[in-house]
């Protein structure tokens, strides 16, 4: 599902990078990033899901494709969600249109 959700790699040294996603659902997203990663690494990400509500979680790399330069970002990442609290799932999921 294409919803308005934003993300960056959790903690304040990361604080002004901001990623749009690409498509986003309860299970991981899919997003475009300038930074490669490597498939099966674990990620904790902060979910920007408006302007005053974000969401933690822990993610695993489930795939990258590299992109031609055209594109507008070097790589195409799959993101599996693999940790979550519940109050960050609930949130998550009133972004999502209460999917």
């Given at each position: 599902?294409?919803?308005?959700v934003?993300?960056?790699?959790?903690?304040?040294?990361?604080?002004?990078?901001?990623?749009?996603?690409?498509?986003?659902?309860?299970?991981?997203?899919?997003?475009?990033?300038?930074?490669?990663?490597?498939?099966?690494e674990?990620?904790?990400?902060?979910?920007?899901?408006?302007?005053?509500?974000?969401?933690?979680?822990?993610?695993?790399?489930?795939?990258?494709?590299?992109?031609?330069?055209?594109?507008?970002?070097?790589?195409?990442?799959?993101?599996?969600?693999?940790?979550?609290?519940?109050?960050?799932?609930?949130?998550?999921?009133?972004?999502?249109?209460?999917?």
């Amino acid at each position: 599902m294409a919803a308005p959700v934003y993300y960056r790699p959790a903690g304040p040294a990361f604080l002004h990078h901001r990623r749009s996603t690409i498509n986003v659902g309860l299970g991981g997203m899919r997003v475009y990033s300038d930074e490669e990663m490597t498939v099966g690494e674990r990620v904790e990400l902060e979910l920007l899901l408006s302007e005053a509500t974000a969401a933690r979680c822990w993610a695993r790399v489930a795939w990258i494709e590299k992109l031609e330069p055209s594109d507008g970002a070097k790589f195409d990442i799959g993101l599996e969600f693999t940790d979550m609290a519940d109050d960050d799932r609930r949130l998550l999921t009133s972004a999502l249109g209460g999917v």
